[in-house]
């Protein structure tokens, strides 16, 4: 269970799911009530969306992640923001906020080094094909991240445990198992481009019972959470695999669809 605590974030604003504010809080509340580990139970919100946010948050208190879509950071007032996400590849002043600040990078592109303290953001699918990065790309930025310590999140393209061939788009599906398996994979010195290629699922289902905790804790130290638009895909996924009980599913809100912050 370690591997999946508090991994998944809460993306149902952001296309394609892109619920109203008012449904999008309605099932982050249902999520909270359920309280399953495996969530964040963190909210992503636009920068741009905070005074619709306040205007429908009705007392429900709100853990944020912020999506920077705005020229400068807005003032937040005492709304709790633990992440700041940038687009762009270049960090921003966060002022007085207490936040981590994770800056958005291209996996096929030469691997940067931010700030000290701040860490990256990889996008890993899109609603084209030519929006997911090649397990090769996405290997490189892992291993990237793993040698310097850098803590970094992921979205987009993760809808599903295991990594599975999309027919609409034409292109394979990065898998959230996948993901986390790669981490692990690096944090022990090995090449996470394999365990990012495989659809064996019962190879990965494997690999997860077997990770050691040490290699699990420091993975997820790296890899702080990815953002879903379903709050409930991923949980039934693990539970159909086997990884976690009923007793960590929770009853987590309505189910959406893939794409995300």
């Known amino acids: 269970m370690r591997l ?4 998944v974030d809460d993306a149902g604003l952001f296309p394609p799911t ?8 309605k099932r982050h ?3 909270l009530a359920g309280g399953s580990p495996v969530l964040t139970h963190r909210l992503l919100c636009a920068a741009g969306r905070l005074p619709e946010l306040r205007a429908h948050l009705d007392g429900l208190p709100i853990r944020l992640g912020l999506i920077l879509d705005t020229p400068d950071l807005p003032p937040v007032g005492d709304l709790d923001v633990e992440l700041v996400e940038v687009p762009g590849g270049r960090a921003v002043a966060l002022g007085d906020l207490a936040a981590r600040q994770f800056v958005e990078v291209v996996a096929d ?3 940067v080094d931010p700030p000290p303290g701040v860490g990256l953001k990889i996008r890993c699918g899109g609603t084209s094909a030519a929006a997911f990065p090649s397990a090769h790309d996405l290997g490189a930025f892992i291993a990237h991240c793993v040698e310097r310590g850098l803590p970094f999140k992921a979205t987009a393209g993760l809808h599903n445990a295991v990594r599975h ?7 394979d599906r990065h898998g959230f198992l996948n993901l986390v398996l790669a981490v692990c994979a690096a944090v022990e010195g090995r090449d996470p481009v394999p365990v990012l290629s495989t659809t064996d699922v019962g190879e ?3 690999l997860a019972r077997a990770v050691p905790d040490g290699t699990a804790g420091r993975a997820r130290e790296l890899l702080v959470s990815y953002g879903s638009c379903s709050t409930r895909t991923p949980i039934d996924d693990l539970l159909a695999l086997g990884l976690i009980t009923e007793q960590h599913a929770g009853a987590a809100g309505v189910t959406g669809t893939e794409e995300s912050a």
């Open 4 to 7: 999946f605590h508090a991994l």
């Open 109 to 111: 592109r030469p691997p």
């Open 165 to 171: 061939f999309d027919p609409v788009l034409g292109v």
């Open 29 to 31: 509340r249902a999520d």
């Open 18 to 25: 892109a619920l109203p504010m008012a449904e999008a809080l």
């Open 204 to 206: 990965l289902v494997r």
